[in-house]
């Protein structure tokens, strides 16, 4: 306000020390979590990563490397309670090598199994000298769920969430890429079911009932048919998470429901400072209650004790609200913005669309210095509202698009907007993006797709390769028409090229060029 004085916030991530010499950063992480004994007849599989660094990050230990030619490989051997699970050479600088191993030589167990990953590298120059590298994880290897209890898995591979049917009546596991609303309860989904059943038949995969749940017995009944027409329920404790008598009450209440995709803790605990510890008890909590389905919380700020609040999920989300804010003066409080002063609806934004790419990838970027890039996921939270307080109006339905995809193309896994209920254009484009990623998932979501990046003039372009095909995702940051030529990017086949349009928000593909209307999106499938 006014009258308070400007009292730098703190809690910034700290920057890694550079060093001179080269470090390895040893990470490990089971390629399943959780598995289950119906996944004891097929392999299963540990993750490495072995990345190169000369920032001294998590883990970062320093390393002889030969001076010309081919950095060579480790020997990496994973035990768990003293015994050899898996072994393999894994090469220098590589990420997400696959070990197998079989779980039929470990018994299934409540609590994670300790998992070490050991890597031994034969040093430049000296012979019979042998450099040891160390890393930890758990492995999360459930009993079969009671009462016929629902299971997300997390697909480490992609950070992908794994899923059953939301109705309960069997099926296969399927890949989920989580479109919705958090969605208001109270005096909306409490009152009418029916609301339900039009957010299934727009396409829509995920509903996030916003509390209080004063109504029990309305919660049920909406709980109930949700899993009659399929659809999957994110689950929030943002007002109860801190007490553990009301969390255990929660958790043993939903923890059998088909419906249930994942938990949801703190809502911007770091924007409400809630205690720093808090995040990571509910979820440790949580976890001894229910291991089988994983947790999430949204952060508010740009760079306030990032890595004490994200220990407490491995679904990390982040809400930059940009669209109709005024950046450097705050239209509710009368006062400038800072880094440390000020609130102007989004914590050390420009006002552009670049807020939203520059927070994924600061996310990204930390999740790789506190060596969670194998382990925890990231999503998007897009505006879904305005015209009040900081926001002067609501974003158009290709403005939603462009807030979406974009997050996407910087490594979001899941698109869950606030709130609902919102205007007609945003419903519209947003059930577009939903119903687009029935096909696209096939690609950002499958283990071996290889990805590509190209930002050009404002255009951002993610391109996810699998066999023979590649998904093209294009946005338009511009208010202004653009192209994008997809002849820039080395090693994309051209020749022939045969395109199935995917998503269409102001977009549209001539030859090899990608034609962009005023912030226009498009997807489109090239080589089928």
């Not at 030619?69 to 990420?95: E, Q």
């Not at 593909?509 to 209307?517: D, F, Q, R, T, Y």
């Amino acid at each position: 306000m006014v009258s308070s004085p400007v009292v730098p916030p703190g809690g910034q991530f700290p920057v890694p020390a550079v060093s001179s010499q080269p470090h390895l950063a040893l990470r490990c992480a089971p390629v399943i979590k959780p598995y289950l004994p119906e996944d004891a007849s097929t392999s299963a599989g540990i993750l490495v990563d072995a990345p190169i660094t000369f920032s001294q990050i998590q883990g970062a230990v320093p390393i002889d490397l030969p001076v010309r030619g081919a950095l060579g490989d480790l020997l990496v051997t994973v035990k768990v309670d003293g015994r050899t699970l898996a072994s393999g050479h894994v090469v220098i600088n590589a990420s997400k090598v696959e070990l197998p191993f079989s779980l039929k030589s470990l018994k299934p167990q409540s609590t994670p199994f300790d998992v070490e990953c050991s890597a031994t590298f034969a040093t430049a120059g000296a012979k019979d000298k042998h450099q040891t590298f160390t890393a930890k994880t758990t492995l999360a290897y459930l009993p079969d769920p009671p009462d016929g209890r629902s299971v997300t898995k997390m697909d480490l591979r992609t950070g992908a969430l794994l899923a059953k049917p939301a109705t309960g009546k069997g099926g296969a596991y399927e890949t989920v890429f989580p479109v919705g609303f958090y969605t208001n309860f109270g005096g909306y989904l409490d009152s009418n079911l029916s609301l339900i059943n039009d957010i299934k038949s727009q396409g829509f995969t995920v509903v996030h009932p916003v509390p209080t749940f004063d109504n029990l017995t309305a919660l049920a009944l909406v709980v109930e048919r949700m899993e009659e027409v399929g659809l999957y329920l994110m689950y929030d404790m943002r007002w109860t998470y801190m007490n553990n008598t009301a969390v255990t009450e929660e958790v043993n209440r939903i923890k059998n429901s088909p419906a249930l995709l994942l938990w949801y803790t703190g809502d911007e605990p770091d924007g409400t400072s809630d205690p720093l510890n808090a995040t990571t008890n509910a979820y440790d909590l949580i976890y001894s209650l229910d291991g089988y389905h994983p947790v999430s919380l949204v952060l508010n700020c740009e760079n306030f004790f990032w890595s004490e609040y994200t220990a407490g999920a491995d679904i990390v989300m982040q809400d930059t609200y940009m669209v109709g804010i005024n950046a450097t003066f705050s239209t509710v409080w009368n006062t400038t913005c800072t880094p440390d002063y000020g609130d102007c609806g989004c914590d050390n934004c420009n006002g552009e669309f670049e807020d939203i790419s520059t927070r994924m990838d600061e996310f990204a970027e930390r999740r790789f210095v506190d060596g969670w890039e194998l382990s925890k996921a990231v999503w998007t939270v897009p505006q879904g509202f305005g015209a009040d307080s900081y926001w002067s109006r609501e974003p158009t339905g290709k403005e939603f698009i462009v807030q979406s995809v974009l997050a996407i193309n910087h490594g979001a896994l899941g698109v869950v907007s606030w709130n609902a209920p919102t205007t007609a254009d945003i419903t519209a484009s947003a059930a577009a993006l939903s119903r687009s990623l029935t096909t696209m998932k096939e690609f950002i979501l499958h283990p071996q797709a290889t990805f590509e990046h190209v930002v050009a003039d404002r255009v951002d372009v993610g391109l996810w390769t699998v066999g023979g095909c590649t998904l093209v995702l294009a946005t338009n940051l511009n208010y202004a028409p653009a192209r994008f030529d997809l002849s820039q990017v080395r090693g994309l086949a051209l020749k022939a090229l045969v395109a199935k349009q995917a998503l269409d928000s102001g977009a549209k593909l001539s030859g090899h060029v990608v034609e962009l209307e005023s912030v226009g999106t498009g997807g489109f499938i090239l080589g089928i």
